[in-house]
Nanobody, 123 residues
Framework: QVQLVESGGGLVQAGGSLRLSCAASGSISSINAMGWYRQAPGKQRELVAVIKSGGSTSYADSVKGRFTISRDNAKNTVYLQMNSLIPEDTSVYYC?????????????????RGQGTLVTVSS
C-alpha cells in the first residue's frame, strides 16, 4: 500500500558528495519517521540516519558530521546529503518509512522499505 522510490545513487570519488532522495506514495495518512539504512556485501545492515515527523534526527557515529538527513513532509520525501564520502560508505542504501495508511477506510500502521540505490565511492 506504500511505495518508496529512491534515487540519487551512483559512483563518486572519495571526498565527493551525493544526494539521495526517497519519495513515499500510497494511501498515506501520516509518516512518523523516515530513514536510511545501508548494507554492504557480507556486512550487516546499518542504520545511517533517521528523521522523525517533528524534525528530530539521529545518525550513525560513522556518518556524523558528513551526512545530513532532511524531509519534505508535504511531499512525503526524505533526503540524505552525503559529503566527504569515503570508500567505506560504499553500500546499497535503503529508504525506510513508518507511519499510518488508510486501507478500506481503516487506519493501519505500515513499515515500508525501498528497493535500494547503490552508492560506490572510489579511492
Amino acid at each position: 500500500q506504500v511505495q518508496l522510490v529512491e534515487s540519487g545513487g551512483g559512483l563518486v570519488q572519495a571526498g565527493g558528495s551525493l544526494r539521495l532522495s526517497c519519495a513515499a506514495s500510497g494511501s498515506i495518512s501520516s509518516i512518523n519517521a523516515m530513514g536510511w539504512y545501508r548494507q554492504a556485501p557480507g556486512k550487516q545492515r546499518e542504520l545511517v540516519a533517521v528523521i522523525k515527523s517533528g524534525g528530530s534526527t539521529s545518525y550513525a557515529d560513522s556518518v556524523k558530521g558528513r551526512f545530513t538527513i532532511s524531509r519534505d513532509n508535504a511531499k512525503n520525501t526524505v533526503y540524505l546529503q552525503m559529503n566527504s564520502l569515503i570508500p567505506e560508505d560504499t553500500s546499497v542504501y535503503y529508504c525506510n518509512a513508518e507511519g499510518v495508511v488508510v486501507v478500506r477506510g481503516l487506519f493501519t500502521s505500515f513499515d515500508a522499505r525501498g528497493q535500494g540505490t547503490l552508492v560506490t565511492v572510489s579511492s
